[in-house]
């Protein structure tokens, strides 16, 4: 079954048309925005395996690559996820790639321009990409800091589609059917956030996320309270310090029922 994924704009067909000429792709955006559940629904699409990979910062390239392992007394090269997954065609999905050292990423290289190859040195192999193989690169670029640049020789390999939110009818689409609550409860939600999302500039942190909203109505479907599910599931997680203004809590809960109010209409 295809994971549901509603568009932002035009990057199913971009993201197709780089799987037709055997280019790699990098995704953008903030947490909980969809760039896994996009690259989930193309897979499916294209119907072709995930490998995910999770980066950080003591992801070496054997790693990624393999290495010799002892097994049974014998010395044998065991491949990596990046290889198995070229060998299969499969996409493989390096998520927040940011956090991985510039000499794992080098590895990429070869993989990402016109030679579409991984030279495993130490195995004295050479692997070339079949047509189907793909490379998907993210990361929250609200993360980065300076210590953590990804390099123009890297992020110029890659197309780039910068995701984001939503608009308000379609993130409450997204809600209702992830969760099956009523469109009310969901537009709620979203007014809810998207007032957050404004007075962000005020507040230094990352703003609620489709998946935070997700998260509450999945709550607010076995009965929680929109209030209660809203304090829960998006202020609360805000900031790691819990310093939610008063003044932030006040706009949020104007827009909601009055607590104790059960919310199945
Ligand atoms: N465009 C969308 N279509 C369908 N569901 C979405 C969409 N955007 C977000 N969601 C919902 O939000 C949840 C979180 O999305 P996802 O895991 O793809 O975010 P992400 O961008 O990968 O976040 P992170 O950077 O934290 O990994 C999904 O499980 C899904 O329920
Ligand atoms: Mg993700």
Redesign the pocket.
Known sequence: MTP?????ANEVQLFEQAYTRALPVMLT?P????????VEHMAALLRRPVVTISCHDDLTSSDLLGRFMVTRGDVVWTDGPLTRAVKDGAICYL?EVVEARHDSLAVLHSLTDHRRALYLDRAGEVVRAPGTFMLVC?Y?PAYRSSLKELKPSFRQRFVTLS?GY?SAAREAA?IVA?TGVDARVAERLVTCATAIRTADAAFHFEPP???VL?TAAQLIAVGATELEAVEACVLAPLSSDGAITDGLREVVAAGLPVPGERTSR
Do not use: I
């Open positions: 549901t994924y509603y568009a932002n955006g947490t909980g925005c969809g760039k896994t559940r996009f998520d993210s929250n995701m939503l997204v992830e996320s489709t998946r997700v």
